[in-house]
């Protein structure tokens, strides 16, 4: 191992081969330094204040030098010094340098297995169906209004200009709440069978103008299978205006549909009979499955039955009637004039989504919800 | 209603400019829909599906009507050519009664029966109907019977006009009448039912006995056999409420009643009696006697509408010029008489075939349907007004997207629920159905436990172990004679809080998960004081279950559901939360109240001490929050353990104290000082401190 000596020729031929000595030295130990503890014996062998190399080659070589030679001398010590310093810096981060990356080679995963998942809900396609519809209403100004499940048949039927004996007014097609003998007709209870019963009850509550958009539950007496449930979800809109006509009904379900299946999707009417609505019509759709052809690839389009249309909802302009039965809060039929139109949320989820059987809409079955997580 | 129709024998009446897929797609653009096209050539079949409103479209030559409007081309009249047929000279006279060779025929209810119209054939083959009438009543599935029914069978289909055929020897007495029946008559329908009747049947009546019953099946007795030489045909007009009580009250729908109850065509009574006279003439020879009978004991005239042009545009738009308007009314057969010093006013006379046309917007309806829906240009009308949101809207989002964020897949279920489970999972009157799809679903759901929990045990029975569900939703309560609809959530948990993994090992759901989700869910509310107990409903674990009360009031219970109590049958711990919306939305959301980051460092200071299990973490927490030090920031519980070394009935717990000033750094005699007081409250609990 190197050991600092006394000078005796203080030549500068002498002195660059004591240096040269020296530094060879110092490297050749520092690329010894393979750990941690080494390289602080390394650091206090070469730069202790004690018996330090640098400490003994000041002793030997600075203070031990005759006064012509001392300032060659100092400045070549000083360089030393700096020389030293440097090479237990650099091998300190050569030491660091290696134990890190043998960490990281230890701390190594199998980036390939799954990670770990936090539950995350998924949304009711019915009722992310039903949001999705009342966002593009609410976005052309439309308020949500609610209503109650439980009407009166009033609200259901009678303001709504059904005729008495009209057959949606009979127990196959409507649940009834029991024990309603003693109430006069227009008050016994009912499960609503759609979500217009709103229009008569904001209209009532409100004056117009009046742009309202109505989601709900509705029920009907449809014993449950593959294509029916005794309750489903509707979207009811109303708009009631001093000059509103046929083209805006048309105008503004038109936009309402690219707003939700596409800007390409097209939209067609054909007349249809309601009895709060006057004229009528029923709203197809271009099939946003198949993009209106029919066909699937080779195959024949099941939502459209190769049609290339689905009916999507019903709609017409408020009948004179409905208006009559609120003329007194700014609704009378010669100088106000609307639209209506009502659409099924499950239904749409059903085609949207290709979902076979409505009853899987209510069954809560995680591998069926999940699907729209 | 789904019918069939023969294109070919439309095109007996007009002359069409469009083959059949055409003029199904054109019929279908006016709202004569045609769902379906089969066959082919002569035998082409139109599914038809006419609105109940359109009884005068339910057959061959209204739907000819149709298409001659739309095309703008001629409708050919139908005249059956009798021999000895002049034309109806009959009237009514005074009770409607006239006399005629064979049979005076009375109508004793003239609001029921407005006319009666009938004709006699003598001499006439019964047999099989000729080929091309078997082969149209076969496209429309109508069975051919025989030459007679036939008749009546083909002229329905034809002009939509029901009439019935009576062997007329068969007829007793000598003369029709018109009547109500008697308490206690009976009548043997065509379907060989024997029918009890009652004064509220109206009935065609022979001499002695019921042979019809009005409008809605004829009698079995007087029908037409192969015996048969003499015929009497009915041809009536039978009040619409009147058919359609009697089709419900004897549970008989006929293609005859379906027409009548929705209104049919006044004025083709004695055109329809003389089809059929034609028709039977033709397959069965015999001989017409006397003139056709025509017995009009009350006229029904249907009112003139009043149409405005401006209104038409009112509700329509400015597109329809008046020539257009005027036009597809007279196509229609509407007769439009301008209003002497109005241009823009007209009064319109309805056609006897078109009983559901009274008003002004029903002439609308008409002129925009035939104009052609598609043909209107898409407006979209302006609006000022401003959108208003549901009260609790936000609310209701708040907590949908917290569930959906907490793992619980939002589901629905059916708003019916059983007795039983009414009863048991709510304390409340549920409202009862009078005619509930089945007994399991013969009420309105008062809680919506029983769907969560019928909704979980599905999935159990399925194999999937991890589940969560919420709905959020109404539940109903009766309240007297009213039906309140009050907002509930309810979740559903069953299986791991952390599934297993290589990663670490599953960790079932205990308590604390729907504690934990319970409290987050209850904190984005403004409240001053919220507190749990154990007093939650009976079908909840009693040991692991609690009730939230905020400011006083109940708003939320969870726990273990206990499968005894709620008679469920589940192969695995269920957890259940239900949060009462009505009670939770009286408070508002809670408002962000931002605070400055601390500038100074907290200090933590733990005490490990044993308490009597009668000591719960809520006496602990109150008696040391109640020291009132204004810089304890938190007091939370680390860590519990019971046995080893702790006696039993008592546990150990370290507890940690956070401590910080927004002033200035802590200085040690401080801490040290409250450290005193939090071990003397504690102790003060009869804690025990042990080594720190
Ligand atoms: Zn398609």
Redesign the interface.
């Known amino acids: 191992m190197y050991s600092v000596a006394k000078l005796t020729d203080y030549s500068a031929a002498a002195l660059d081969a004591a240096v040269r000595e020296l530094l060879s030295a110092l490297d050749a130990e520092a690329a010894t330094v393979k750990s941690d503890a080494e390289w602080k014996a390394f650091r206090d062998r070469w730069m202790a204040r004690k018996n330090g190399v640098l400490t003994l080659v000041n002793d030997l070589w600075l203070k031990a030098a005759p006064k012509d030679a001392k300032r060659d001398i100092g400045q070549r010590v000083n360089e030393l010094k700096t020389q030293v310093e440097q090479t237990v810096e650099s091998t300190q981060q050569r030491m660091q340098g290696g134990a890190s990356s043998a960490r990281l080679a230890t701390d190594r995963v199998d980036i390939t297995l799954p990670g770990i998942r936090r539950p995350v809900g998924a949304e009711h396609p019915v009722i992310k169906t039903l949001n999705e519809i009342v966002g593009v209403f609410r976005n052309l100004g439309y308020s949500v209004q609610e209503g109650p499940v439980i009407e009166t048949d009033y609200y259901n039927f009678e303001a709504l200009n059904f005729p008495p004996n009209h057959p949606a007014r009979d127990t196959q097609d409507t649940l009834f709440v029991a024990k309603q003998g003693s109430k006069p007709a227009r008050e016994r209870l009912l499960l609503r069978t759609h979500t217009s019963p709103v229009q008569v009850r904001t209209m009532e509550a409100m004056k117009p103008p009046l742009r309202i958009v109505i989601p709900g539950k509705v029920h009907r007496n449809d014993p449950p299978d593959a294509s029916h449930s005794p309750m489903f979800h509707q979207v009811e809109g109303l708009a009631v205006d001093t000059n509103i006509t046929f083209g805006d009904l048309k105008g503004t379900l038109d936009h309402a549909m690219k707003a939700l299946f596409g800007s390409s999707v097209k939209t067609h009417f054909r007349p249809s009979f309601f009895p709060f609505t006057e004229p009528s019509a029923e709203m197809m759709v271009s099939c946003f499955i198949c993009g209106g052809s029919g066909k699937r690839g080779s195959e024949p389009c099941r939502p459209c039955k190769t049609t290339g249309w689905i009916e999507i909802l019903g709609c017409g302009m408020v009948d004179p009637n409905v208006f009559e039965f609120v003329k007194g809060n700014g609704y009378d039929p010669k100088k106000v004039s609307g639209f209506a139109f009502g659409m099924g949320a499950d239904r749409i989820a059903i085609l949207k989504y290709g979902v076979d059987d409505i009853q899987l809409f209510f069954q809560g079955d995680v591998r069926f919800l999940e699907q729209w997580r | 209603m789904n019918m069939k129709l023969s294109p070919t024998w439309i095109r007996d009446f007009v002359a069409l400019p469009v083959d059949d897929h055409r003029l199904a797609e054109d019929l279908?653009?006016?709202?004569i829909?045609v769902e379906g096209i089969s066959g082919g050539g002569d035998s082409t079949v139109f599914e038809m599906e006419i609105?109940?409103?359109?009884p005068d479209a339910m057959n061959h030559y209204g739907v000819a009507r149709e298409a001659s409007a739309f095309y703008d081309v001629p409708l050919k009249l139908i005249s059956p050519k009798l021999t000895s047929a002049a034309k109806a000279a009959s009237t009514a006279r005074s009770g409607g009664t006239i006399e005629v060779v064979p049979f005076p025929i009375t109508i004793e209810e003239a609001n029921l029966c407005p006319r009666f119209t009938a004709r006699v054939v003598r001499g006439v083959k019964i047999r099989p109907s000729p080929a091309n009438v078997v082969q149209r009543l076969g496209l429309l599935d109508q069975r051919p019977i025989n030459n007679a029914v036939d008749a009546t069978n083909y002229t329905l289909w034809e002009i939509g006009k029901p009439t019935h055929v009576f062997d007329l020897d068969l007829l007793e007495g000598g003369k029709i009448i018109v009547r109500r029946a008697r308490d206690g008559e009976t009548l043997k329908t065509l379907d060989g039912v024997e029918r009890k009747l009652t004064t509220e049947d109206l009935v065609v009546a022979d001499g002695r006995k019921p042979v019809g019953l009005a409008g809605v099946m004829g009698g079995f007795d007087t029908m037409i056999t192969d015996k048969t030489r003499n015929i009497l045909i009915e041809s009536a007009w039978w009040d619409p409420?009147m058919v359609?009580k009697m089709s419900r009250r004897h549970g008989i729908h006929t293609d005859a009643s379906h027409r009548f109850e929705r209104g049919a065509d006044y004025e083709s009574t004695v055109l329809s009696c003389d089809r059929v006279a034609e028709l039977i003439l033709q397959s069965g020879g015999g001989e017409l006697v006397g003139d056709v009978v025509d017995v009009v004991a009350k006229r029904i005239d249907q009112a003139p509408v009043a149409l405005h042009l401006a209104e038409v545009r009112?509700?329509?738009?400015e597109?329809l010029g008046t020539n257009e308007i005027l036009g597809i009314l007279k196509r229609l057969g509407f007769e439009s008489v301008p209003e002497p010093g109005e241009e823009a006013e007209f009064t319109v006379h309805i056609p006897s075939w078109r009983l559901d046309v009274e008003?002004e917007?029903?002439l609308?309806?008409e002129i925009?349907?035939l104009h052609g829906?598609?043909k209107?240009?898409?407006?979209?009308?302006a609006?000022?007004?401003?959108?208003?949101?549901?009260p609790d809207?936000a609310k209701d989002q708040k907590l949908r997207s917290l569930?959906?964020?907490?793992?619980?897949?939002?589901?629905?279920?059916?708003?019916?629920i059983s007795h039983e489970d009414a009863a048991k999972f709510s304390p409340m009157p549920a409202?009862?159905?009078?005619?509930?799809?089945?007994d399991e679903?013969s009420v309105?759901r008062n809680s919506i436990v029983p769907g969560?929990l019928?909704?979980?045990a599905?999935?159990l029975n399925?194999g999937?172990d991890?589940?969560?569900?919420?709905e959020a939703?109404?539940v109903?309560e009766a309240s007297g004679?009213k039906?309140m609809?009050l907002k509930r959530v309810c979740m559903g948990a069953t299986g791991s809080a952390v599934?297993a993994?290589?990663?670490?090992g599953a960790r079932p759901l205990s308590f604390f998960d729907l504690k934990g989700d319970m409290e987050t869910l209850l904190e984005a509310f403004e409240c001053d004081a919220l507190c749990y107990d154990s007093n939650a409903a009976e079908y909840y674990h009693p040991g692991r279950s609690a009730r939230a009360v905020m400011d006083g009031a109940t708003v939320a219970q969870f726990g273990q559901i206990d499968p005894e109590k709620a008679a469920r049958k589940l192969r695995q711990d269920v957890w259940l939360g239900e949060i009462f919306l009505d009670r939770l939305y009286t408070h508002s959301l809670r408002q962000v109240r931002y605070q400055a980051l601390p500038r100074y460092p907290a200090v933590e200071r733990d005490f490990s001490m044993v308490f009597g299990d009668a000591v719960g973490f809520e006496k602990i927490q109150q008696a040391v929050m109640g020291l009132g030090i204004a810089e304890l920031r938190s007091f939370v519980p680390v860590e519990i353990f019971r046995g080893g070394a702790v006696p039993a009935g008592k546990y150990s717990i370290l507890l940690r104290a956070t401590l910080q000033s927004g002033e200035r750094t802590l200085r040690e005699d401080e801490v040290a000082q409250w450290s005193g007081k939090i071990i003397n409250a504690l102790e003060g609990l009869g804690g025990m401190l042990r080594a720190s």
Do not use: H
């Open positions: 279908t653009s006016i709202g829909a609105g109940t409103n359109r409420a359609r009112r509700i329509l738009g597109e008003r917007i029903d609308i309806e925009a349907r829906y598609d209107f240009a898409n407006k979209l009308p609006f000022s007004g401003a959108v208003i949101d549901q809207q569930l959906l964020a907490l793992g619980y897949n939002e589901a629905v279920s059916l708003s019916f409202i009862e159905l009078a005619n509930p799809i089945s679903a309105m969560i019928g909704m979980v599905y999935n399925r999937s991890n589940v969560r569900l919420f939703g109404p109903w004679p039906a609809e599934a993994s290589v990663n670490q």
